[in-house]
């Protein structure tokens, strides 16, 4: 049977951690910054969890991760 392809965008944005948790980066900083306090940009350079809900998602987007 052959390999099974890993989707290469999701490649780029999640990391799997061994206990099964899915890590992303936080959305709104790529523009419009001045819009935006000091309070929120601090707290979204932190990453983020994918939700239990739509991590089977990801999983199916990243067979051997």
Do not use: E, W
């Amino acid at each position: 049977m052959p390999k099974m392809k890993s989707l290469s965008g999701a490649k780029k944005r999640f990391r799997v951690k061994s206990s099964g948790a899915v890590k992303c980066k936080r959305t709104k900083m790529r523009h419009l910054q001045k819009n935006k306090s000091q309070k929120l940009k601090r707290h979204l350079r932190k990453g983020d969890y994918v939700d239990a809900s739509d991590v089977h998602r990801i999983d199916a987007q990243l067979p051997y991760a």
